[in-house]
């Protein structure tokens, strides 16, 4: 039997696999303490399940805890320590402006205040030591951290990454004097070049550490009181790892949560057989997307997360402040904005009947007739239209709209929102959208795919029925991994075939054994650029690749992204990045031998002004059904909406697949949208 959980900013989603079946729960999610809402989403897979927490072969887990501590600048009292001169390097970073036509646009400030930062009398160059750290000065140093206690250290030497020794002095003279305070290695964490992106990667590292810790501490807890197996964490790169090594990194885990729901969306897309899909995860608080190519998700070797530079491989995931729980306000100018504050799992929507009183996307839908009044959610959660329009009614009086017609505006509203993040992942990297299907899930996710379908030009959609928890699959069927990486320089003379291979061997070998698995599946990627350049372009290969076969795979890239190449140009091998990993779990989706009777029935909504009829399939649609618009799908996690113009039908796996026809998706549209 095997376990996954997502915790999301308002549901926490459970998926059991057992005896060939999903077995699939929710619970709200605790803010306060999000290891209660996972263990009531387990409770309430295993009773559905009819089996006991002792019998979970594998726990895998995805949860918020330090991308929501990022988000808020929440974090450990840090201590930052940088070669002496450079300890203000978190602060200065590249001396550039975060946004070019907004002067007053300010970064976010050091979580290393000024009085916590330490320059260490050491000098490292990319050749070796220039001036050693001695014993004596490397415990000074350690005393003079002590007199401020942090509750966590980041020490980020120059060219430690080539040369850790420094580093290392420092972090047994500062645990000598500090044995409780957690400390951050920049050459452990990052492993790559670039000060300041190594440092603040670092500076994070150590500032959300502590706090995962003490979150794990409690999960485990939990667990053993529970008889459960301890959880494995996902990673932002879309791997698990032990708890031991996520509950010391937690900057590896800040992208966990989508990186479940990404892993979640490639595996749908291969069974399905959309394996190009854009992957559109909606869920109450935020939208996540991400492009599948072949089956797989793209990657990044580094990005940005609430204006921090994060120098680790990670899934390509764009967000946006767009989901159910969104709030819907009247800006100064008088225009309908949706987000991104968001009413969360406490008190949630209005229709929650929890406390809330202000209008958000999920109450637009149920004033629509999107969703129905008569389907319970998780945790007994009883949607009430009353308060929804009441909710409407006083924002459509700001706005001088009709209550209806402002509820169309705000799910307007927020598909833009949506929209512009599918660009950011497609149109601006110079990828056509057209050519992708949309695979829509989370929670929201299906009830506004069709809208921004439309809006991209796209004709197929893919809805596969465990989409309001596919985040949580995502991470039963996602490998264990381990990333290694180091920056090498090569090129000329030095870029051969056989330096290359030692390379990839040694960084092999010691992601096998971080990982646990001394036969675990080896990938490598390298980081090329011509000689002259300021950054990289990332290419696979083989774990023995010749150098002509690097510079061919690179140029093709290099061609497709600025349209030329220079085959006269010297070339620099950068980085080498291996991975280590062994396969998840083989789930089938196939349909469930439990599954009921299919409800139909019909109810009225209103879709571009007009109120219409909806046919109403209620439960999960079994093989072969065929859906044609105006329809609603209320599938056992989240609702998918089917307007006129739009139809399609169930494969095998239980999988919805629409299609429309050019006039209705817009198909030559991929411009912004009217309005």
């Known amino acids: 039997m095997l376990l996954g959980v997502d915790v999301g900013g308002t549901f926490t989603d459970a998926v059991l696999a057992v005896d060939g079946r999903l077995i699939t729960a929710k619970a709200p999610t605790t803010p306060s303490d999000q290891s209660e809402g996972v263990m009531a989403a387990i409770e309430a897979a295993l009773q559905r399940a009819g089996r006991g927490a002792q019998e979970i072969e594998r726990f895998s887990h995805g949860m918020t805890v330090a991308t929501n501590a990022l988000l808020e600048g929440h974090g450990a009292r840090t201590a930052f320590v940088a070669t002496e001169g450079f300890a203000d390097l978190v602060a200065l970073g590249r001396q550039n402006r975060p946004e070019l036509y907004r002067l007053c646009a300010a970064r976010p400030a050091p979580l290393a205040e000024p009085g916590l930062r330490f320059g260490a009398p050491e000098r490292m160059t990319p050749d070796g030591p220039l001036r050693e750290l001695s014993a004596d000065d490397a415990a000074r140093l350690a005393g003079e951290l002590a007199a401020v206690k942090p509750e966590a250290v980041a020490v980020a030497l ?53 706090l995962l810790a003490g979150y794990l501490r409690q999960l485990v807890e939990r667990c053993q009181r529970a008889q459960l197996v301890e959880p494995s964490i996902m990673q932002s790169n879309g791997g698990l790892i032990d708890l031991a090594a996520a509950a010391g990194h937690a900057a590896w885990t800040v992208l966990s949560g989508p990186a479940g729901g990404a892993a979640g969306a490639a595996f749908i897309a291969r069974a399905a057989g959309a394996p190009d899909a854009l992957c559109f995860d909606m869920g109450g608080t935020s939208c996540d997307v991400c492009v599948v190519d072949d089956g797989l998700v793209q990657e990044q070797s580094s990005g940005t997360i609430a204006g921090r530079p994060l120098a680790l491989p990670m899934v390509a995931v764009h967000t946006v402040g767009a989901g159910g729980g969104s709030i819907a306000w009247r800006d100064p100018g008088g225009a309908l904005r949706v987000g991104p504050r968001s009413a969360g799992a406490e008190p949630g929507p209005a229709c929650y009947g929890r406390g809330g009183t202000e209008p958000t996307v999920t109450d637009a839908n149920l004033l629509l007739g999107y969703l129905a009044a008569d389907a319970p959610l998780a945790g007994g959660v009883q949607l009430d239209r009353a308060t929804s329009q009441r909710a409407i009614e006083s924002l459509a009086q700001e706005l001088d709209l009709e209550p209806l017609a402002c509820a169309e505006g705000i799910i307007r509203v927020a598909n833009a929102e949506m929209i512009r993040a599918l660009r950011v992942v497609t149109v601006q990297r110079g990828i056509d959208p057209r050519r992708y299907a949309l695979l829509a899930f989370g929670g929201a996710g299906p009830l506004h795919a069709t809208q921004i379908a439309a809006e ?56 096998r054994s971080e990982l646990g698995e001394s036969d675990a599946e080896l990938r490598a990627t390298y980081e090329l650029r011509y000689r002259g350049q300021a950054f990289e372009l990332a290419v696979g290969g083989s774990l023995t690749p010749e150098p002509d076969q690097l510079r061919e795979a690179f140029e093709a890239l290099h061609n497709e992204r600025y349209g030329y190449r220079d085959s006269e140009q010297p070339l620099e091998l950068v980085t080498i990045r291996v991975s280590a990993s062994v396969p998840g779990a083989d789930v089938s989706l196939g349909a469930r031998p439990d599954q009921g009777e299919l409800e139909r029935g019909r109810r009225p909504a209103t879709f571009g002004g007009v109120e219409i009829e909806l046919d109403v399939l209620r439960g999960s649609p079994p093989p072969a059904t065929e859906i044609t618009g105006p329809a609603v799908v209320e599938l056992p996690e989240s609702t998918l909406l089917v307007p006129p113009g739009w139809s399609g039908q169930v494969d095998d796996s239980g999988t919805i697949h629409l299609e429309a026809d050019v006039k209705s998706a817009g198909a030559d549209s991929i411009g912004e949208p009217e309005g």
């Open 456 to 511: 991209l030009g796209i004709t197929e959609i893919v809805c596969p029925r465990a989409s309001g928890v596919l985040a949580a699959l995502g991470l039963v069927v996602s490998p264990r991994r381990r990333d290694v990486q180091r920056s090498v320089f090569l090129s000329g003379d030095q870029l051969t075939a056989e330096g290359i291979a030692a390379l990839v061997a040694q960084l092999g070998d010691q992601a």
């Open 158 to 210: 120059l060219h430690s990454y080539r040369h850790p020794a420094h580093e290392r002095a420092l972090a047994e003279a500062i645990a000598a004097e500090l044995p409780d305070v957690h400390i951050s290695l920049s050459h452990e964490v990052v492993g790559t070049f670039r000060e300041f992106e190594r440092a603040s990667t670092t500076e994070v590292d150590a500032a959300l550490s502590p």
